[in-house]
């Protein structure tokens, strides 16, 4: 079993370093080598040389696997990209249905490579379309791996590598029952009847929990704040703890019999399909079979084999899952609580000299042991990846799984008696509907605390994350007392966090002004900061969600900045304010400026008029031309025009940090920029925010040569509007711009001393 165990990692550490490190052309080589070192060491006669044969080997085999998995997707992908071609292709799921636009995830067929693709419908022809069902239209591709300007490798660890455009009308025709289609037809009817018999409140979070549907979440802004922010998110994505949550839900109505245990098999993977077969679920599904089947083979189920094999099969269905976060979490945490669960518990229990106070403390202290132990493994990896952690999931944990096990467990059991009796199902739900308001309020109540969250947008935070993790090492291999080696680095740790949060605090309250161009898509966000003064100018993305919000809040967060005093939205489009819910949840923010009698196209102005009322903002409506003054920040806001769509009358902001001067002109045309610098001559400034993301249709060249900055930055990201167009780049190149692009340099902070 440990040479299986070695073989799986090997191949997986392959695949990984497939992924993340050696050139795709260079991998056969190095394949081919790695299997005669193999094959050389199989001459030694020596017994202790057998692991690394069977490691050489089996890296061989991973290299070799990725090689021809992505001959066979990616690069016939990249092949496509840019090519407007007529598709026959197969709708694996619903579509996604949002304002203005459908996506499906399809399957190519005909003549191109039958691919898995992601197509976007700007027509809302798909609206109603049913999994299974056949398409045919013409559309563009490109490569899901290049989004955004920059090497993307999200859709291609789901198996998606292409994304399709329709540029013409859908033609829909039945594709005929399939049982490929069961799973979304199965989700599809458990969330239906989830809606119907949960209130509402409750609803949208008991999807989450069920079906890991976590865009639930997103409609309600605080509660998915509140869980990312308690380290508690996880609740919404399909893991080995929902699994477990299944099989002793089965077990204890079933028994614990071998008959029982196949079929909670059987009911695993049929949970696991219905919920998208993610890898962190597949990965659970692998775990519970195998220690449920070990009985009934009469074998001993060896839990670091089992999860090094599973993850080598996953990755053998498809390698490019290596680079999926969700897989990294699941089995880093399965890995974290193997290695370090039972001395961390043992440590722990160490503490708690009386056997009495340590039964009744048998809940809590396992409950922080497996946290911790899930920590030790899956910091790192959430730092990387979302650029944050909570330091209270801990405690989260201990509060409130007992509720998630009641909410998954009630959750399937209400939609089952609502099956056989409504107002049985519906009278359930309400009971269970208590567990899921706990655990928001518990969320809440623990994202509340000061510090919960350390943003790693902070150079600091991540040498103090460097720091703990050497003086943890320290103390497990110091000879010392259990109480020594747990609050010792607590203590170390504690006050170098201190001293990290202080001098980030000091610095940028007291050192040189600083603009930040924050990366949030096809969208603008910019912080302006000078001592103990914020602005934000603008807070919207090109993503869902409100992503810009939630970005534009951690940047400040790692500044040491709680407080806004400003907002200025320059116009209400979701690219410019589609984060100011989020931002507001975050942060307080005191003013918000609008324009007078805005356009409100997206729906925007109702819920960020709601949000800042909760909130306590106070809203500014700009008619006038109007200078205000935070320390040494100045603003000088220009009245829109008094006609016109919502890009003409956008507010044109100046904002001066000391003699350093920032123009930002919205989306506004190039007929406005020119009347803008007709009634409103400019000395010269710094620096200049590109109009409209770069459009050819702003940026004109007379507002480019009477700036006279030296300095354009870009906000942009992924779009279909060829933003930024040549046109625009050439002017500011002519008239002696250093340009920076969102999409291309990521975040643009400049230092105004």
């Given at each position: 079993?440990?040479?299986?165990a ?36 199989l ?9 690394v ?16 998995h992505?001959?066979r997707?990616?690069i ?13 292709a ?60 920059k090497?993307?490798d999200?859709y ?5 590598y ?7 009308d ?5 594709g ?6 069961l ?25 989450s ?30 893991s080995?703890?929902?699994v ?6 089965l ?10 245990s ?6 695993i ?8 077969a ?6 659970a599904?692998f775990m519970?079979s ?27 269905q ?10 990294q ?20 229990s ?8 340590r039964?009744v ?9 497996v946290?911790?132990?899930?920590m ?31 909410c ?10 609502a099956?056989?009796?409504?107002p049985?199902g519906?009278?359930a739900?309400w ?21 919960a969250v350390l ?13 703990t ?20 680095p ?9 001293v990290?949060?202080v ?7 007291h ?8 990366d949030?898509?096809?969208?603008q ?11 934000m ?8 969600q409100?992503?810009?919000g ?6 400040l ?41 805005p ?12 949000s ?9 409506y ?6 205000v003054d ?12 008094e ?6 009358r ?5 904002a ?19 009347e ?17 993301h ?31 167009t ?28």
């Open positions: 079993m440990r040479r299986l070695t073989g799986a990692i090997a191949f997986s550490a392959a695949v990984f370093a497939a992924n993340y490190i050696l050139p795709l052309g260079s991998l056969l080589i190095c394949a081919a080598v790695m299997a005669a070192l193999g094959a050389l060491l001459l030694s006669r020596r017994r202790w040389l057998r692991g044969e069977i490691a050489m080997f089996a890296a061989a085999l991973g290299l070799t696997v990725f090689a021809l992505a001959r997707t990616a016939p992908a990249r092949e496509l990209d840019g090519q407007t071609v007529t598709i026959d197969t709708l694996l799921d619903y579509p996604d249905v949002y304002s203005g636009y459908c996506r499906a995830e399809i399957r190519l067929g005909g003549e191109l490579p039958h691919l898995k693709a992601l197509l976007y419908d700007n027509k809302m022809q798909l609206a109603g379309a049913e999994p299974g069902q056949k398409l045919t239209l013409t559309a563009r591709l490109r490569a899901a791996d290049t989004r955004y300007g090497d993307y999200y291609n660890a789901k198996g998606i292409l994304t399709a455009s329709s540029k013409s859908i033609v829909l025709t039945d005929g029952f399939s049982f490929s289609t799973p979304a037809r199965a989700r599809r009817g458990v969330a239906a009847l989830t809606k119907a018999i949960f209130p509402a409140d409750t609803s949208g979070f008991m999807r929990v069920m079906l890991g549907d976590k865009s639930t979440l997103y409609d309600n802004t605080a509660l998915y704040l509140a869980l990312s922010r308690s380290g508690f998110m996880h609740v919404a994505a399909v080995g703890m929902h477990s949550f299944l099989v002793g839900f077990q204890y109505i079933l028994g614990r019999t071998r008959r029982s196949l079929l909670c098999i059987a009911l993977w049929c949970f696991v399909a219905m919920t998208g993610g890898p962190s679920a597949v990965r599904g519970q195998m220690l449920l089947i070990a009985p009934v083979l009469r074998r001993e189920n060896d839990p670091a084999t089992s999860l090094s094999t599973v993850l080598a099969l996953v990755l053998l498809n390698p490019h899952a290596a680079a999926s976060v969700s897989l979490l699941s089995f880093g945490a399965m890995a974290g609580i193997l290695c370090f669960g039972g001395r961390i518990s043992a440590l722990m160490s503490l708690v000299r009386s056997d009495r106070v039964r403390l048998r809940y809590p202290l396992g409950a922080a042991s946290s911790l132990a899930v030790v493994v899956t910091v790192p990896i959430t730092a990387i990846h979302f650029g944050s952690i909570s330091v209270l999931s801990p405690l989260m944990n201990i509060a409130a799984l007992w509720a998630v096990s009641l998954f467990c009630g959750g399937f059991a209400s939609c089952a008696l099956l056989i009796w409504r049985l519906v009278w739900a009971l269970v509907s208590w567990a899921a308001r706990y655990i928001a309020a518990a969320a809440k109540l623990v994202s509340s605390v000061p510090f943003y790693f947008d902070n150079e600091m935070a991540v040498w103090w994350l460097v720091l993790y050497a003086l943890v090492l320290v103390a497990v291999f110091t000879r010392a007392g259990a109480a020594y080696k747990l609050f010792c607590a203590a170390f740790s504690a006050a170098a966090l201190a990290m949060l001098s980030a605090k000091f610095y940028y309250s050192g040189p002004g600083t603009i930040a161009v924050l949030v898509g096809q969208g966000s910019i912080a302006v900061m000078s001592g103990d003064s914020t602005v100018i603008d807070c919207g993305g090109g993503a869902k409100q992503r810009a939630e970005t534009a809040g951690a940047y967060l790692s500044r040491g900045r709680d407080r806004i005093d400003a907002l200025v939205l320059t116009h209400l489009h979701s690219d410019h304010a589609n984060g100011v819910q989020m931002l507001m949840e975050m942060v307080d923010v005191d003013t918000l400026y609008l324009p007078i009698e356009n409100d196209d997206d729906g925007l102005l109702e819920p960020i008029l709601t800042a009322a909760a909130h306590g903002t106070t809203v500014v700009i008619s006038a031309d109007t200078g935070f320390g040494n920040i100045n603003l000088t806001l220009y009245a829109p025009a006609a016109g769509d919502a890009n003409e956008c507010i044109m902001c100046l001066s940090i000391g003699d350093y001067d920032m123009l930002v002109t919205g989306d506004a045309p190039a007929a406005a920029e020119r803008f610098i007709t009634a409103h001559p400019l000395h010269d400034a710094e620096l200049f925010i590109a109009g409209h770069g459009s050819k249709y702003s940026n004109s060249v007379e507002l480019i040569e009477s700036i006279g900055a030296h300095t354009a930055v870009i906000s942009v990201g992924y779009n279909s509007y060829g933003h930024p040549q046109q625009t780049l050439e002017r500011l190149s002519y008239f002696g711009y250093n340009i920076y692009r969102t999409d291309l340099n990521g975040s643009v902070e400049i230092r105004t001393g």
